[in-house]
DNA sequence: GTTGACTCCGTACTTGAGTACGGTGTTTAG
DNA sequence: CTAAACACCGTACTCAAGTACGGAGTCAAC
């Protein structure tokens, strides 16, 4: 058998996913996270579940992702229209295109910055600026 | 001889790179555009480099980069102290390999999905939460 | 030469994403 | 058995990034 998945209450939860206890609340007002049932002394508990899906969160919202966005995101997988859930999916993958080609201009303008300071030349114009006016 | 550059009242400039009038001026309250100096009856006028900037500011933007890292980002061209302007350059640039790393997880776990779709795969692990649990 | 659109400036409101607070009930370690 | 630490819940506060508003002055077209 597989080790028990360990159950969490919503501090070890915070804890484990490096948030805070209210993050975890607000996330679960705004139904962003799942609140599941209190058993016994009025007590909620958690398992690996919900810190995959924190931890997502998260990761997401660094990749600049709202927790809208990343609401839709996270259900495209629930999503029971197929054709719904392909379309949606399409339109994130081009999105996401263009987000780490501009991405990837910046950082090599930043990397040309990096040279240019390197070789002392100090009359440039901004390659930041150039790289973010494409 | 270059086309003389186009004057902007703060109105047209708005227009121009498609943000509110109240935007430029906060822009310019928090000192990440420059405010330049009042002729005549005490209207401002601007030129193709402030709209270059505020375009720009509104690309990093959208990269998910704050207005706070988009002045020390745009400012790095400035900095005098060339070692610091490296170090900062730098640290940026591996902040941002590892975004687009991410961001192309992400972008192949929704690919995946969408293939998922298109073969009536349904009962797959959420290939998001996967990418977004590395 | 006045009217409508626009500028300036200060202050106030809004929205997204949390954080903090306070009262009450629960669990657990000593 | 009791004190400290924690959970629950509702409400309120904060911070970033705008947006809106209102009064006073300016410009441009008719």
């Known amino acids: 058998m597989a080790a028990p998945s360990p159950s969490y209450t919503i501090g070890t939860l915070a804890r484990a996913a490096q948030v805070n206890v209210e ?5 679960q007002r705004r139904g962003l996270l799942p609140q599941p049932e ?7 508990t958690y398992s690996e579940t919900e810190l995959a899906r924190l931890r997502a969160i998260k990761r997401a919202q660094h990749l ?9 995101l996270l259900s495209l ?11 949606l999916a399409q339109d994130k993958v081009s999105l ?14 930043l990397a040309e910055l990096v040279d240019c300071c390197r070789h002392g030349d100090t009359a440039a114009p901004c390659p930041i600026l150039r790289a973010l006016s494409a």
Do not use: C, H, P, W
Not at 23 to 27: A, D, K, L, N, Q
Not at 38 to 44: L, P
Not at 64 to 72: A, H, K, N, R, V
């Open 77 to 87: 997988n629930e999503e029971t229209d197929r054709v719904k859930a392909r379309t």
């Open 38 to 44: 209190a058993v016994g002394g009025g007590y909620r």
């Open 96 to 109: 996401i295109d263009a987000r780490i080609a501009q991405l990837q201009e910046m950082r090599n303008a």
């Open 23 to 27: 993050t975890i609340r607000y996330y």
């Open 64 to 72: 600049g992702f709202s927790l809208e966005e990343i609401e839709t």
